[in-house]
């Protein structure tokens, strides 16, 4: 099982289509959000149109440089998992858009809370679906905002932009894949104990990754991940 990892597109539908070989070799596509060029809201639609061209299984989330509405048009191409878990081949997927409060120069800016509060559905499926230790071995968490960590939130050396609350969060349900964005200079495959974290950097500079995951005693397991330029 091979996925497509993408994120921070901005506008840009030329380097879709610079991968038009790649998506034929995967068999879906994680995408962190940020259709839209700063403070050009019109330029997500264009994007998510193309987008959904490329490949049929599309589990993506919305930035905050799109307009919070613009989940809407997402959810109607069938591609959201924003508060939703969505199952996919034996996998959790689950979703968080927009990015913490920061600037206030882009639309979808939200509380540190609010955005955890996007994966209440894990919370509540975490009885039925992990096992006794509350552990997940097939999760997969899409958030724009990155947790924080060492590389993947970090705009600039010692400069930290993740959320204290989404770490624990990932300690606590340990998801196989976190993929994250937002921080187009954290470009990055770190560790959160036993998680993959994996900031693709901005697709807008030609920046994604590829994670390929096998199955072992019925379960997938994260085999590979490379972070990848145009």
Not at 53 to 69: A, Q, R
Not at 73 to 79: G, M, P
């Amino acid at each position: 099982m091979k996925y497509l990892v993408i994120s921070d597109m901005h506008g840009n539908v030329e380097n879709l289509d610079k991968l038009d070989d790649v998506f034929k070799t995967v068999d879906g596509v994680l995408c962190a959000g940020d259709f839209a060029e700063f403070q050009k809201l019109e330029t997500a639609k264009p994007v998510l149109e193309k987008l959904v061209s490329k490949h049929e299984s599309i589990f993506s989330v919305i930035g905050n440089c799109d307009d919070p509405e613009f989940i809407g048009d997402v959810e109607n191409q069938d591609a959201s998992v924003h508060k939703t878990l969505v199952f996919h081949e034996g996998f959790a997927i689950a979703g968080s858009s927009g990015g913490s409060v920061f600037t206030n120069t882009t639309p979808n800016e939200r509380e540190e809370a609010d955005l955890l509060s996007d994966f209440q559905i894990v919370e509540n499926s975490t009885e039925s679906c992990a096992d006794e230790n509350g552990k997940w071995s097939n999760l997969i968490l899409i958030s724009h905002n990155p947790p924080k960590t060492e590389k993947c939130d970090s705009p600039c050396p010692g400069v930290h932009a993740g959320s204290q609350m989404l770490t624990d969060f990932i300690k606590e349900k340990a998801p196989v894949l976190v993929v994250t964005g937002h921080i187009h200079e954290g470009a990055a495959i770190e560790k959160i104990e036993d998680s993959t974290v994996i900031n693709p950097g901005s697709l807008a500079e030609g920046k994604y990754a590829l994670v390929d995951f096998e199955k072992k005693d019925g379960v997938w397991v994260l085999t590979n991940a490379e972070l990848c330029k145009l």
